[in-house]
């Protein structure tokens, strides 16, 4: 979408984009033109959102394939991580023990807290706003967390 609009000259003063930052491709294919673009994400290494083990998390990543985990890679560990904890709790693989456990586990992840409400809603972890600024992804929202301003051009 981005180059499509580059290409028809029209530049709003805000572009998100919900997937595309998340992965490297993104960057490797629009290059400068990526400067600007808001995004969210469920997790970076920066602006406040590193709860226990995201830190060594992102370092063994980087030791193991030599680039930055997207909140991708990391949501999916986390996924591990729940798993294993409702696994250790009841004691069971069986999966009406373990969505039971599910649905009342409140812990900590590499991407944040997780726990749900009775329908199986994420309610505990709230996902940041991040912006391209300088060709470095930023938080830009909420405040508390954030490492840049947002900019509109």
């Given at each position: 979408?981005r ?9 709003p ?38 709860p ?22 990391a ?7 729940i ?38 809603l ?32």
């Amino acid at each position: 979408m981005r180059s499509a609009l580059k290409k028809i000259k029209w530049s709003p003063r805000a572009f998100y984009s919900p997937v595309g930052p998340g992965l490297p491709s993104f960057f490797e294919k629009l290059g400068p033109d990526a400067e600007y673009i808001f995004s969210s994400s469920q997790w970076e290494v920066i602006g406040g959102m590193n709860p226990p083990g995201g830190r060594e998390f992102y370092d063994h990543f980087m030791k193991v394939y030599h680039k930055k985990p997207s909140h991708f890679a990391a949501t999916a560990y986390a996924a591990g991580q729940i798993l294993e904890a409702a696994a250790q709790e009841s004691q069971s693989l069986d999966r009406e023990r373990l969505r039971d456990i599910f649905s009342k586990l409140d812990m900590l992840t590499v991407s944040g807290r997780y726990g749900v409400d009775r329908t199986g809603l994420q309610i505990k972890r709230f996902t940041v706003v991040t912006q391209v600024l300088k060709g470095k992804t930023e938080v830009v929202w909420p405040k508390h967390q954030q490492t840049a301003r947002p900019v509109f051009r």
